[in-house]
């Protein structure tokens, strides 16, 4: 489904299957997409600023250079997902399943990664500043170079 540069600002698309989608630079700011499926959807350069993603399944998704600042992601599946480059400043990601996605380079100043799951992530050159690191899954985890993981 080719859904290019559309404009879902502040939509509730709660539960929405938008498997496979392209929404390449789509403005998804302050949407909800609580529970929705988004598996293997290109979401490369999108804002989802404020957007509500709980629940929300990203497996294999394409975020890389994404907009996700202040964003909830809480217990979001992102397994796989490219985030290369995004901007997840102060973003909510508690007990978020990272397993095997790719940060490198991306923005996580602020944000809350209690609890996550980041067994083969790779974070390199990743930006860690203020960010909370508590009671994490860290197996196999790519850290930007001297950093020291609670792990």
Known sequence: MLLRGVDF?????RSVVL?????????????DLYRADLTDTNLANANLAGANLFLT??????????????????????EGAQLFAADLTGANLREVNLTGAYLIGAQLTRADLTGANLTNTDLADADL???KLAALTCNRTTWPEDFHPPC
């Open 9 to 13: 600002s502040g939509f509730d698309l």
């Open 19 to 31: 498997r496979s989608a392209d929404l390449t630079d789509a403005d998804l700011s302050r949407v």
């Open 57 to 78: 399944t990203l497996t294999s998704a394409n975020l890389a250079k994404a907009k996700l600042t202040s964003a909830t992601l809480e217990f979001a599946g992102l």
């Open 129 to 131: 500043t203020h960010t």
